[in-house]
């Protein structure tokens, strides 16, 4: 496993192995690495000859200064744990390495960041799309991994990766949660052990919500939802919307035929959890 810093470098060492016809898969992160990242190489491993790992905290998606001071940071424990999978390289690059100048780019997300994390978080996707931009020209692979943790952000970067022209297939992969429920995130390891014994309840709430399609409506369920998880005085929600998963616009009555996703975001102090939940007719 190399470990590198350089961009120019990775662009070389990837450029020289797809000239020899293997294949890349990319997963990148923002490092505190957990089961569900490890997931995600499982993935990029079993599809690609090579698989290259980003851990890079990207300052232009934090909308709030004290959550990027607080995002973890613990680069050595994130080494030993690639060490022991299919990881060939590890990009982790200082911030004038990604960002030496002002990238003053915008995007165009149509609809997609109008609502829930686009709506609450301003700024946060075009940081997203700035840094997964620079990422996927240095990297060059033919595959990319994201979590469905951040439905969402899956549904931008389908959109960019389309809309800039790069010839990279984006490879959506599961929620990975711990025994209670829990989706896995870096943030978790930031929850004191009364926080923690508590968030069970937002993935909880959510499996039981996927059974209100038979007894109540959008906004009833909505509203349940919110008021069972703000009950809890650990928590409060920012949102929690249900959404057309095809192009993530808010839904009001149940229908048929598209697939409808909840999407949440909590407050739990001061650290943010996201989660979702597909409903199934
Ligand atoms: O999902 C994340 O960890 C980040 O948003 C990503 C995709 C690595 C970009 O910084």
Redesign the pocket.
Known sequence: MKILKSAEILTEEVVNLKSQGKSIGFV???GALHKGHLSLIDYASRDNDIVVVSI?V?PT?FNDKGDYDRYPRILEKDIEKLKKVKCDFVFSPEENEMYPEEDNREFDFGKLDKVMEGEHRPGHFRG?AL??SKLFEIVKPHKAY?GEK?FQ?VAVIKHITKQLGFNIEIVSCPIIRENDGLAMSSRNMLLSKYQRANVSLISKTLFEAREMPKKMTVSETKDWVIRTINENPYMDVEYFEIVDGSNLEPINDWGQDEEKVGCIAVHVGNIRLIDNIRFYF
Do not use: E, G, L
């Open positions: 990148p992160t923002m890079f990207n998606q997203v840094i997964v994201f951040d952000q």
